[in-house]
């Protein structure tokens, strides 16, 4: 309130002086215009006359001068008129007139009087006169002169009416313009303040209340921008510390953002953190309005992210979006989030030939297809490798000039994409304290056999000191295949392998998500009421909803899937109309033949079976098919009668996680492929075999069926082991077992390559 008054009583002296100076100016004009106005008049007067008192003045015509000037008596404004002679003796004048030139003889004029006439105005104790004097001729010679006197007194109260005038007017302006500033500032700034500052005040004593709506786009917005971002930092730091409170006093201590934030920050000491993947978590884009960004759909974004923030590390990451290059500094780096900055995100730029080579021939159309037992034939062509192995390098430079000045720095390198990544750092950095986390299976040695060059993957990966997967089986198929594959000693009771003197431990971390989302769930309606609503925006009228969410990939079992639902469709006919399954299916490596070929086929699959039994008003599949962010997401897993993770083969699998995190109603029934990660954790969900397609048909008929009680006890269950074991506890494991890793002195000599040694039969 103080501020508003300070701003509008400046605002008024502004106002008043202005106002003010441009009255003076006025009133000071128009006194002016009266003055001239008065001498203009009276010269013409006096120049008229002239003419008629020359002659009588030559001829010494006294009386008749007498009776001339006596006609100027008790004119409107004419105080009189005199004639002189040249040695200043009155000739004739109008009565009155004697006595007051007696008393002012400043009224007269000199006898040497000029040729030219003048005039003047002279102030007087009884008011202002204007003497005009010409001088009278007689050919070239002055024979005396004619005054001629008027009342300027008027003058004088017209100049303080127009000033009286004036200040009235700046007076009524300035109490409008106060009382219209007044207002406006108590309504624009006074106002939407004091709302903020009841909202803070209300938030600050822990009422939860929405914040007040501000004008958009207005001065106010990078305000209100910071203050909810503010309340909002404030709103998850108490959520944060109430969780923590509420799990001492169930004498649990599960890991929580603030948890891991404090634990890594002391494990790494000083220490500063890398992780490097080929994804980025977050790509700028143009978009209509100028440059958006996006997060890309990835469950290993969704994992390492919280680490980087937690402790300010920098990211190494491909830069895939259009606006990528426009978005970073000199040094290809740029600050993340992009709306909240809390690390540094260094992009690497691909060549068309290395993403082709690298990305989508040897990691995709190669390792992906040979890690996942979905029964797609891996690629191996030689050129890929090429490409695969340029582009390790690459990012081992990048990530090379980022760690130039860090002490044994901490490094975590992610997924298959970058398996020389750990032999090329350890080469140059032996200081530097290097894990590599393989996010998907890792299959037998007789499976992963088949891969021309996997003597040199497995060799660079063994650079690494720690080698991390989901699971203990996929810890021991590469234990198995190092053992086929490579000159090395395994110490199978401590998971390590020795190889040229170095050891490499291999562990399991299953993988997990965030138990609290950022922004903290939002009230619900009834989850019935809202499932309707979201369905009915989608042209469906049913009553139960199930739903997947997948990248559009053949090892998500997604025809598989489908076929399931026209099975149960088919089998159990009551459910025809009343139960619609929603597929979130987010295009994924289009460019690859095979996921080309499945985009359409999953289209046709839809398609066929929704002409089987669809209706006017129903259909039983609603494929959504473009990337969907976590927020849009949400609807559908927390108003879902059940999730299905069908995968084929599947490291994790985190949607399987995600659905259970979001059902903080405690229902909903998660259907788990046993080929997924995720499914020796989550034993409460419905367990199926993808291939068996009655078997799928039947468990969406028991999720739908299941009673409330037994929904809410698995849930709770299930709830309890992703708390628990959630992301935050996956990256403190990771980063505890890491830095426990001695170092070899920064001084050591780096060392040499060690030459792949070929396959060995064991
Ligand atoms: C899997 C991989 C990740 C990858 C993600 C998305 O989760 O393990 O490394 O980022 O799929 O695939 P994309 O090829 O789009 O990065």
């Excluded at 004048?93 to 000199?110: A, G, I, W």
């Excluded at 978005?327 to 992009?338: A, G, I, L, M, N």
């Excluded at 990337?627 to 927390?638: A, D, N, Q, V």
Aim: glycine share 6%.
């Amino acid at each position: 309130m103080r501020l508003t008054l300070r701003l509008s009583l400046s605002l008024i002296c502004g106002v008043a002086a202005v106002s003010l100076g441009f009255a003076l100016f006025q009133a000071r004009l128009d006194t002016r215009a009266l003055r001239r106005n008065l001498d203009m008049h009276a010269q013409a007067l006096a120049d008229s006359l002239v003419r008629s008192v020359e002659p009588l003045v030559e001829r010494h015509a006294n009386r008749e001068l007498q009776r001339l000037v006596d006609r100027f008596k008790d004119r409107e404004q004419i105080a009189g008129a005199a004639v002189f002679d040249v040695h200043g003796h009155a000739l004739a004048m109008t009565s009155d007139l004697e006595e007051r030139l007696k008393e002012n003889p400043s009224l007269m004029e000199p006898a040497n009087l000029q040729t030219t006439p003048r005039s003047r105005f002279v102030r007087l104790p009884t008011g202002t006169i204007h003497v005009v004097t010409e001088p009278l001729l007689a050919g070239d010679t002055v024979i005396g002169t004619l005054s001629l006197f008027h009342d300027a007194g008027y003058i004088d109260s017209q100049a303080a009416a127009i000033w009286r005038h004036a200040l009235t007017g700046v007076l009524i302006q300035t109490i409008l313009i106060a009382a219209v500033t007044l207002f406006m500032l108590r309504w624009g700034v006074g106002r939407p303040l004091q709302h903020m500052a009841e909202w803070l005040h209300e938030l600050r004593i822990g009422v939860e209340t929405k914040a007040p709506k501000m004008a958009d786009g207005g001065d106010f917005e990078p305000l209100t921008r910071e203050v909810t971002q503010l309340a909002s930092s404030l709103t998850a730091a108490r959520a944060a510390a109430e969780n923590e409170a509420r799990l001492r006093n169930l004498a649990q201590s599960s890991w929580t953002h603030e948890r891991l934030r404090v634990f890594v920050r002391e494990r790494l000491g000083g220490n500063r953190l890398f992780a490097v993947s080929n994804r980025e978590p977050y790509e700028h884009f143009h978009g209509a309005n100028g440059i958006v960004w996006s997060v890309p759909a990835s469950g290993l974004v969704t994992a390492i992210e919280p680490i980087l923030r937690a402790c300010d590390g920098t990211w190494v990451a491909q830069g895939t979006g259009d606006a990528d290059r426009e978005t970073v500094d000199q040094f290809d780096c740029v600050r993340v989030p992009p709306d909240h900055p809390q690390y540094s995100l260094r992009r690497v730029w691909l060549s068309e030939e290395e993403e082709k080579g690298f990305y989508l021939g040897f990691a995709n159309e190669g390792l992906w297809p040979l890690c996942h037992i979905a029964h797609t034939r891996p690629v191996f062509r030689v050129e890929d490798w090429e490409y695969y192995q340029t582009v390790n390098r690459k990012f081992a430079e990048a990530l090379l000039e980022e760690m130039e000045s860090e002490d044994e720095p901490v490094v975590l390198v992610q997924d298959y994409h970058f398996a020389l990544l750990p032999r090329l750092i350890k080469q140059v950095r032996p200081d530097a304290r290097v894990a590599i986390f393989w996010h998907i299976p890792w299959p037998n040695p007789e499976a992963f056999g088949i891969c021309p060059w996997q003597s040199e993957l497995l060799d660079g990966l063994l650079g690494a000191d720690l080698v991390g997967f989901h699971l203990q089986a996929h810890c021991n198929n590469f234990l198995d295949t190092v053992d086929r594959a490579l000159e090395s000693r395994i110490e199978r009771e401590h998971f390590a392998v020795n190889r040229h003197g170095r050891n490499t431990l291999v562990r399991p971390f299953p993988i997990s998500v965030a138990p609290d989302p950022d922004e903290p769930l939002q009230p619900m309606e009834l989850p019935h009421v809202e499932r309707v609503r979201l369905l009915g925006n989608l042209g469906v009228r049913a009553t139960f909803l199930g739903v997947g969410v997948d990248r559009v990939d053949y090892t998500k079992g997604i025809p598989e899937r489908f076929r399931a639902i026209e099975r149960f469709l088919e089998k159990y006919p009551a459910y025809r109309r009343e139960f619609t399954f929603v597929q979130v299916g987010s295009p994924s490596r289009t460019s690859i033949g095979r996921y080309h070929d499945l985009m359409d086929e999953v289209v046709a699959e839809t398609e066929r079976i929704n002409r089987r039994f669809q209706t006017s008003e129903w259909k039983p599949i609603v494929f959504l098919n473009r990337h969907h962010s976590h927020r849009e997401i949400l609807p559908y897993y927390r108003t879902a009668d059940f999730c299905m993770v069908t995968s084929l083969h599947d490291g994790m699998n985190l949607v399987a996680k995600e659905f259970v995190a979001s059902r903080d109603d405690e229902h909903g029934v998660l259907i788990l492929s046993r080929f997924a990660g995720a499914s020796l954790e989550l034993s409460d969900a419905l367990s199926v075999n993808p291939y068996d397609t009655e078997q799928l048909a039947d468990s969406i008929r028991s999720a739908l069926e299941m009673s409330p009680e037994e929904r809410r006890a698995r849930m709770q269950r299930m709830r309890s082991i992703v708390r628990e074991h959630n992301v935050y506890w996956w990256a403190g494991k990771l980063i505890d077992e890491l830095c426990q890793i001695r170092p070899a002195s920064a001084t050591a000599p780096a060392e040499e390559t060690a030459a792949p040694v070929p396959y060995r039969m064991s």
